[in-house]
């Protein structure tokens, strides 16, 4: 209990997998620790075979800033805690991050096998970071790219995060929720995440509200109008009632357009007014109260369904026609229901100048060596055509790219699979970003990660360049994603190599 109080940020570097410190220990032992190694996470693919959102790069960098902040005196006690090699122990305490990282911008949108973060670094320091940035990477890119999904499907009515209760602990909730607005959510309901990311809270009311005040439409109607006499002035004024606790179209909406006028609210209040449905079927009951509401005379008034909705019912309800103002989707973002581990990975591509492969039966997981950039290549209407992966340093075709000259790009598996980039034809974004150099955290590009809702139109405006047929929730036109001549040369010689060993 004693250490559980104690605990603070530097647990989060420590949220570690043992491996990680008996690889480092043997690697002390070695004097390999200086090894300079450098590291990729990157995803294999998507629920739905299209892009991911990026989220939760702000996050990566805190990392550092918190490995680097810590006293020695405090490392030394944590690591005295859990780890039993002394000389570990000292290495570790006196250890401060000195590598390099680059990565995507929170709100990218990103695809299969494209770095997302890269690590340069000693490879101790490297290796320590695997199991809390993937822990971070993983659970803040399901939620984002679930989002995405949501409000894609619901667009253009606003869908709220509101699935705090739902989420995987204090973390989920708190970071999910940030998440979730950079994958497009207009809002959230966590006190944590608007106090921590600044992103304002919102909310209505629940059922066990309503039913403080009794059982019955009497009951329901005192707490509708108590609720509006005490939130109608205040700063957030949202007047949301909750219509279905006893009977939708029988009780609810009934007692909640008496409320509203026994209350003064008409379509002259300056603040959202409204009704919830959380039950039922929402496509039918939905359109009946638009109609008596608008018949009562509050055609300004917000209809909001929520009711363990996903991207597939917010579909079907807008086939049937359905009255929505907006959803309140909980669960099924808050822990990306329906794809909950988004199966980020953390490889090795170099060590000490040498590119370094991954082979595997599964084609899938062979790995991508050496040190990458990825960039982006728009066509002449604007829109994302293909990413092509270059090698940081000596890569033929990455100067072509960078000048704009005319560049041929290829299917790695299938040669007669390739497109050309005409000079004056297309542009190019370089999506690979410094943020942290010899151990300094470059501020004015990790600062940017602290607007969210910077980070979300980011994400949006991205969204605007991707083609109708690649942003299908059902089997989404391909995107290419190719690697440089270069990148490719180098990956089958090394996989050569390893095969003339097996023979």
Do not use: W
């Not at 079907?316 to 794809?339: P, T």
């Not at 982006?376 to 090698?391: E, M, Q, S, W």
């Not at 005319?406 to 000079?423: C, G, P, Q």
């Amino acid at each position: 209990m004693e250490r559980e109080k104690t605990l603070t940020e530097f647990a989060r570097v420590m949220n570690s997998d043992r491996y990680q410190y008996t690889e480092s220990d043997i690697f002390l032992m070695e004097n390999m620790e200086n090894k300079e190694a450098i590291f990729d996470v990157y995803f294999r693919k998507t629920e739905d075979g299209g892009f991911a959102v990026v989220a939760g790069v702000q996050e990566v960098i805190n990392l550092i800033e918190i490995l680097n902040s810590t006293s020695e005196e405090e490392k030394r006690k944590y690591f005295s805690a859990v780890i039993e090699e002394q000389h570990l122990i000292d290495y570790l305490a006196k250890m401060k991050f000195t590598g390099d990282i680059y990565a995507m911008r929170d709100g990218e949108i990103a695809y299969p096998n494209e770095p997302i973060v890269t690590i340069k670094a000693p490879l101790i320091q490297a290796k320590i970071l695997e199991t809390p940035i993937l822990n971070i990477i993983n659970m803040q890119m399901a939620i984002a790219t679930k989002a995405s999904r949501v409000t894609r499907a619901a667009y253009p009515i606003p869908v709220s995060s509101f699935g705090s209760r739902r989420a995987h602990g204090f973390d989920s909730a708190v970071a999910g929720n940030k998440a979730a607005v950079i994958g497009g959510c207009a809002n959230h309901s966590n006190l944590v995440t608007e106090y921590k990311y600044g992103i304002p809270s919102v909310g209505t009311m629940a059922h066990s509200y309503i039913q403080t005040f009794g059982v019955g439409s009497e009951a329901e109607r005192k707490a509708f109008e108590t609720f509006i006499k005490h939130r109608q002035h205040r700063e957030k004024n949202s007047l949301i009632l909750l219509i279905d606790t006893y009977n939708t179209l029988g009780i609810g909406i009934k007692n909640a357009i008496q409320a509203f006028k026994n209350c003064g609210i008409d379509d002259s209040y300056k603040g959202m007014y409204g009704i919830r449905i959380d039950s039922g079927d929402l496509a039918y009951l939905s359109k009946r109260c638009r109609a008596m509401l608008d018949e009562a005379g509050f055609k300004k008034a917000k209809i909001v369904l929520t009711n363990s909705l996903n991207e597939e019912l917010i579909r079907s309800l807008k086939e049937q026609g359905v009255c929505a103002d907006s959803y309140g989707v909980g669960d099924e973002i808050a822990v990306s229901k329906s794809n909950p581990c988004f199966g980020g990975v953390y490889k090795i591509v170099q060590i000490d100048n040498d590119p370094v492969i991954k082979i595997s039966e599964d084609i899938v997981k062979i790995s991508n060596p050496g040190f990458k950039d990825v960039f982006r290549v728009y066509d002449k209407n604007g829109l994302a055509y293909a990413d092509l992966i270059t090698l940081m340093k000596n890569d033929s075709d990455r100067e072509l790219l960078t000048q704009g000259k005319t560049l041929t790009i290829r299917d790695e598996k299938y040669d007669f699979k390739f497109s050309e980039l005409k000079e004056g034809e297309y542009t190019v974004k370089r999506l690979t970003k410094e943020y942290v150099i010899n151990g300094e955290i470059i501020m004015s590009e990790y600062e940017k990660l602290f607007d969210i809702m910077g980070s979300q139109k980011y994400y949006l405006e991205s969204l605007e360049k991707v083609s109708e047929e690649r942003k299908r929730l059902e089997n989404p036109h391909k995107y290419k994603v190719d690697l440089s001549s270069d990148l490719i040369e180098l990956k089958y010689n090394l996989i050569k190599g390893i095969k003339a060993e097996i023979r």
